[in-house]
């Protein structure tokens, strides 16, 4: 079955660039929305944004100005980049699938925690 | 955006008993509204989708209701693994919302 398994730093510094990469096997990443969805401590769920086939994404417009959503589809990747980062982007970052344009996401990676701290 | 209002935010239930998650949508949303469950250390899980019905895999004791923007979770005889955190989310408009979640734990 398909899987999902984020990849990337676990601690990063104020200011910086966080980057994260998620991994899809067990299925093609072709045709599928492809999600990042955080939940810092203590706190709800936010969905981030997602990319679909290469070139469409869409942002939370609270975050829009600095996230960028990337695929490999040679690799089966896909990645999160996130500028000027602070504090309160410490969270569990989760890599998620959705099939479709009004879809549940219905596959989650284990998510990779992130620490923002200096 | 569409704000999701989920209550209670904790509900203690006995085992073998039944739980019921509320879940309001600050506007119609129809019928695309998801359940999620949440566990420590394991990926979250999609239960309910289209607002009532079931993923792969989702026992039927799990059942969903409600449309525009009341909704309900409703889990007849609670099993030990149901203890759990659970979210409600909607997928009608962008960005997507979720609940602030329900933790329901054991009486």
């Known amino acids: 079955q398909v899987q999902l398994q984020e990849s990337g730093p676990g601690l990063a510094k104020p200011s910086e660039t966080l980057s994260l990469t998620c991994t899809v096997s067990?299925?093609?990443?072709?045709?599928?929305?492809w999600n990042w969805i955080r939940q810092p401590p203590g706190k709800g769920l936010e969905w981030i944004g997602y990319?679909?086939?290469?070139?469409?994404?869409n942002y939370n417009p609270s975050l829009k100005s600095r996230v960028t959503i990337s695929v490999d589809t040679s690799k089966n990747q896909f990645s999160l980049r996130l500028t000027s980062i602070n504090a309160a982007d410490t969270a569990l970052y989760y890599c998620?699938?959705?099939?479709?344009?009004?879809?549940?996401?219905?596959?989650w990676g284990q998510g990779t925690v992130v620490t923002v701290s200096s | 955006e569409i704000v999701m209002t989920q209550s209670p935010a904790t509900l203690s239930v006995s085992p073998g008993e039944i739980a019921t998650l509320s879940c309001r949508a600050s506007q119609s949303i129809s019928t695309n509204l998801a359940w999620y469950q949440l566990k420590p250390g394991q990926s979250p899980r999609l239960l309910i989708y289209d607002a009532s019905t079931r993923a792969t895999g989702i026992p039927a004791r799990f059942s969903g209701g409600g449309s525009a923007t009341e909704f309900t979770l409703t889990i007849s005889s609670l099993q030990s693994e149901d203890f759990a955190l659970y979210y409600c989310q909607q997928f009608n408009n962008w960005p997507r919302t979720f609940g602030q979640g329900t933790k329901v734990d054991i009486k």
């Open positions: 998620v699938r959705s099939e479709g344009w009004t879809s549940a996401f219905d596959i």
């Open positions: 067990g299925g093609p990443i072709n045709n599928y929305y």
């Open positions: 990319i679909f086939n290469s070139g469409s994404t």
